[in-house]
């Protein structure tokens, strides 16, 4: 079946730092690739995604990259502000309309 | 803006209790999903539905139902509480089968603490 691993958190890190959250998956087929963003008390949003091998997705300064080779789709910010403060979610997508989420992993990033 | 709204911020009840969580989204969306996150866990699917009257099974449906009566309306249901399923539980919604857009509304989340 589908399944996603994140690196472990919380990660912690000092305003300006550069950031990055990995993310493997096993699928079946060719999956879509997203990232995910919860804010304290909201709900998730979608950051950014990618829908095909090597194909990047951004977002606010945010990336992430399509590998297939590796089954990867890290995410990288090279500056962090304090504002970026969330929990982060890789997700993939196969046929159909569920998605398959990771663990999650809570960014504070201090000033 | 898509619009998903959750009936309740926070929900305390007692075990044994029928809880109903409530969804709506304003958007005309077929999906809808209810998870439950849990930390260390992510978020795991408890049901969806793709259409009214339609709904699957996700990955954790044991000790959950849910009613899709309407197409902006799905209800999560906890026939008897039980204190595992004290979580945050989340809402989302997503136009249908081929829709340029493939990303998920979600709610804000109810946390459900059940004593």
């Known amino acids: 079946g589908n399944s996603v691993t994140q690196m472990e958190g919380p990660v912690t890190l000092s305003e300006e730092a550069f950031l990055t959250i990995n993310c493997t998956y096993t699928?079946?087929?060719?999956?879509?690739l997203f990232w995910y963003v919860q804010y304290p008390g909201e709900g998730l949003q979608l950051l950014l995604k990618?829908?095909?091998?090597?194909d990047k997705g951004s977002n606010k300064g945010f990336e992430a990259t399509y590998r297939k080779e590796t089954t990867s789709f890290h995410l990288e910010k090279g500056s962090v502000q304090v504002s970026d403060s969330a929990v982060y979610f890789c997700?993939?997508?196969?046929?159909?309309?569920?998605?398959?989420f990771g663990e999650g992993t809570q960014l504070t990033v201090n000033p | 803006d898509v619009k998903v709204t959750q009936s309740s911020r926070y929900l305390v009840k007692r075990t044994g209790e029928k809880v109903f969580l409530e969804c709506v989204q304003d958007?005309?969306?077929?999906?809808m999903f209810w998870y439950r996150q849990d930390p260390g866990l992510g978020l795991r699917l408890i049901y969806f539905?793709?259409?009214?009257?339609?709904?699957e099974k996700g990955d954790i449906p044991e000790g959950y139902s849910v009613s899709r009566e309407k197409k902006e309306r799905f209800s999560l249901i906890l026939e008897s509480a039980s204190t595992n399923q004290t979580s945050m539980y989340l809402c989302?919604?997503?136009?249908?089968?081929?829709?340029?857009?493939?990303?998920?509304?979600f709610g804000s989340g109810t946390q459900l603490s059940v004593l």
């Open positions: 989302a919604s997503r136009p249908g089968q081929g829709a340029r857009d493939e990303k998920l509304f």
């Open positions: 699928a079946t087929g060719y999956p879509s």
């Open positions: 990618a829908t095909k091998a090597d």
């Open positions: 997700a993939l997508r196969t046929s159909g309309s569920r998605l398959t």
């Open positions: 958007m005309d969306h077929e999906n």
């Open positions: 539905s793709y259409d009214v009257k339609m709904k």
